[in-house]
Nanobody
Framework: QVQLVESGGGLVQPGGSLRLSCAAS????????MNWYRQAPGKERELVAS????????NYADSVKGRFTISRDNAKNTMYLQMNSLKPEDTAVYYC?????WGQGTQVTVSS
């Protein structure tokens, strides 16, 4: 069955960096565009970044442009989100997403 497993979350100070990973299994990873979403407490889930199936096209929410980078390694069935210059407002649970499939999420907390 389709599985998406996020890792790499944690507690980081403002201005710091984290790299999230999403390990995919149960489907042909290279056939699917992928997304990172996040959900902060009391807020709706929002799309953070998207990447095409080949990795050639990426899109970002305005709030993370220039700070976050989405990438993928189709040979490893893994997607990444490099997050730099983190801000307290980036605090959220981050989810890996494919059409009709979600990971369990990984918590990112930005706080001093």
């Amino acid at each position: 069955q389709v599985q998406l497993v996020e890792s790499g979350g944690g507690l980081v100070q403002p201005g710091g960096s984290l790299r999230l990973s999403c390990a995919a299994s149960g489907f042909t990873f290279s056939n699917y565009p992928m997304n990172w979403y996040r959900q902060a407490p009391g807020k709706e889930r929002e799309l953070v970044a998207s990447i095409s199936n080949t990795g050639g096209v990426t899109n970002y929410a305005d709030s993370v442009k220039g700070r976050f980078t989405i990438s993928r390694d189709n040979a490893k069935n893994t997607m990444y989100l490099q997050m730099n210059s983190l801000k307290p407002e980036d605090t959220a649970v981050y989810y890996c997403n494919r059409f009709r499939a979600w990971g369990q999420g990984t918590q990112v907390t930005v706080s001093s």
